[in-house]
């Protein structure tokens, strides 16, 4: 990262401003600039962001954010990358044809969220702003893959996350990856991605053509660093990967590392896939005995999705998407439920993986903090409940990820949110994969 990680930093990236009563005559509550050209009281509600200004009847002097001409835009984008449909009037008052949400706010929301693929930062501060953690310079790796999850749907449709247990794991995903890619000749873009978690020293700075060696005595430990796998090597055991640090690093941006270094070393792993194409269950009934042409052209059909709506109060107007895959890890099958609202924004999902013949787990159910309170985590659970039926499985269990174990709103929210559906929590500290906690209930 080019700065250094602080409150003040944190609050002005992610506009985490405090309201304030009106003034005529105020300063830019982000940059102290004058004059202020936009007078607002913004108010929240299921997903929509409503600003009254100065004069019209839903506007609340005691609760006001005053921005220059320079930050008033930042600001709506920033909504706009967080799922808010803006609305520039109160909520007593109609959607005219002016009014931004129906003006093409909607596209310009999108393109703000795609514009952080060139912005490798504002994605950082995305993450930042959902993880409970805003001191630390840092995250957990599955917030990363939840903000990938719901900023970049476009490029996103049927995607799957899960975290892997250990080096041996990573290295097995890895290589049954490199197997399909390479062995059947499909492209990259369609295998699985793997992020590892390892603790760097500071012999990585300047490792000759990124070559990442054991580390000798006196070399200091510079914390925990995420790199992104790109392949194998059975010669010398030698693991792949690009780095975050500019192509000036290494191998113009890319290095090696001993699979004994990732053993060593190993803190964190998740391998993401999409799913829109590769096996299922379904596809792996009838590849018996397939050429290889042949089984290119099956891993390569589109997976099916189905899609429904859900009618909800307040004229919300959802959709729920479903489609199956194999587990990367397990092997086993993994249904997926996305929740959105009615112009496709991801708002909520989970994962139910095939445990045994009498259990199903949930390795993730989120949804995103804009529209929680919203009874999503609620519908969520159900389609658990129905998939145990499905399955015929007579257990659920569901999984707090080390990340929301963190002490305030998000472990909170996951414990309150377990017990009000039933379930019961047992705190044990498990390591692969990391986790603290495992809530069950009988279906």
Not at 2 to 10: E, Y
Not at 249 to 265: A, C, D, K, V
Not at 281 to 293: F, T, V
């Amino acid at each position: 990262m080019t700065f250094v990680m602080n409150q003040r930093l944190i609050d002005r990236e992610t506009f985490n401003l405090a309201l304030g009563p009106f003034a005529e005559a105020s300063d830019c509550v982000v940059c102290d600039a004058t004059p202020v050209t936009h007078i607002a009281s913004p108010l929240a509600r299921r997903g929509r962001l409503f600003l009254s200004r100065p004069r019209e009847v839903d506007f609340d002097p005691s609760q006001c954010v005053a921005l220059c001409n320079k930050c008033w835009p930042r600001w709506l984008m920033w909504r706009a990358r967080m799922g808010f449909d803006l609305h520039l009037h109160g909520p007593s008052s109609k959607c005219e044809p002016s009014c931004l949400a129906r003006r093409g706010g909607r596209y310009a929301q999108l393109v703000s969220q795609l514009s952080m693929l060139e912005d490798r930062n504002a994605g950082f501060f995305v993450v930042k702003a959902i993880d409970g953690m805003p001191r630390v310079n840092g995250s957990h790796l599955i917030m990363a893959q939840r903000s990938s999850m719901f900023t970049f749907r476009p490029l996103h449709r049927q995607y799957y996350y899960e975290m892997l247990p250990d080096a041996e794991q990573t290295q097995r995903v890895l290589l049954e990856s490199a197997r399909w890619s390479d062995g059947l000749g499909i492209s990259k873009a369609y295998a699985d991605q793997v992020h590892i978690v390892i603790e760097a020293f500071e012999s990585w700075y300047n490792a000759p053509r990124g070559a990442i060696q054991m580390p000798t005595s006196g070399d200091h430990s510079v914390g925990l660093h995420a790199v992104l796998l790109t392949g194998y090597s059975d010669v010398g055991a030698n693991i792949s990967f690009i780095n975050s640090w500019g192509p000036n690093w290494g191998n113009r941006g890319y290095g090696t590392m001993p699979f004994e270094y990732l053993q060593r070393y190993f803190f964190d792993a998740a391998v993401t896939r999409r799913a829109r194409w590769g096996l299922t269950s379904a596809k792996l009934a009838q590849i018996e005995n397939l050429s290889k042409r042949e089984l290119r052209g099956h891993y390569l059909v589109e997976n099916p999705r189905f899609r429904g709506r859900l009618r909800i109060a307040d004229n919300d107007n959802w959709q729920t998407c479903v489609y199956e895959l194999r587990s990367p890890w397990t092997g086993r099958v993994v249904a997926c439920v996305e929740i959105t609202n009615g112009f496709g924004l991801k708002m909520g999902w989970a994962f139910f993986r095939y445990l045994s013949p009498t259990v199903i787990e949930v390795p993730e159910l989120f949804v995103w903090p804009t529209f929680r309170r919203m009874g999503i985590g609620q519908i969520l659970d159900e389609f658990a409940t129905e998939y145990a039926h499905l399955w015929e499985c007579s257990e659920i269990r569901l999984m707090m990820n080390e990340a929301d174990a963190v002490v305030g709103p998000p472990r909170a929210a996951a414990r309150l949110f377990g017990q009000a559906r039933g379930y019961q929590w047992k705190w044990r500290q498990e390591v692969a994969p990391r986790r603290p906690a495992t809530a069950s209930k009988k279906v």
